[in-house]
């Protein structure tokens, strides 16, 4: 079994900086991937980041330059980080923290985090 257990953003003005965080314990394994998604309201949901095994990280395209993701690796914890620089209102959503066990397939997401950026 793994938890996720998100913290950080809030309401920041357009321009800002905000900085969320994702604690994964439990069954967790540094080798396994994690994303971040966002969900802003009458929109789907959309993968914002993610970072793999060997720390191979995508972003998605509208992103790339303001936002960044890195992952700290310890015995049974494993944290991922969402730098986000430059915020836009479009950027406005509630922020989901995913893993998934590659060996068994099963996801785990977080509680999920509001973001939001006025104009």
């Known amino acids: 079994q793994v938890q996720l257990v998100e913290s950080g953003g809030g309401l920041v003005q357009a321009g800002g900086s905000l900085g969320l965080s994702c604690a994964a314990s439990?069954?967790?394994?540094?080798?396994?991937?994690m994303r971040w998604y966002r969900q802003a309201p009458g929109k789907e949901r959309e993968m914002v980041a993610s970072?793999?095994?060997?720390?191979?990280?995508?972003?998605l395209d509208s992103v790339k330059g303001r936002f960044t993701i890195s992952r700290d690796n310890a015995e049974n914890l494993v944290t991922v980080y969402l730098q986000m620089n430059s915020l836009k209102p479009e950027d406005t959503a509630v922020y989901y923290c995913?893993?998934?066990?590659?060996?068994?397939?099963?996801?785990?997401w977080g509680q999920g985090t509001q973001v939001s950026v006025s104009s």
């Open positions: 970072i793999s095994r060997g720390d191979n990280i995508r972003y």
């Open positions: 995913y893993y998934i066990d590659a060996y068994t397939q099963v996801e785990y």
């Open positions: 439990g069954s967790v394994s540094s080798a396994n991937g």
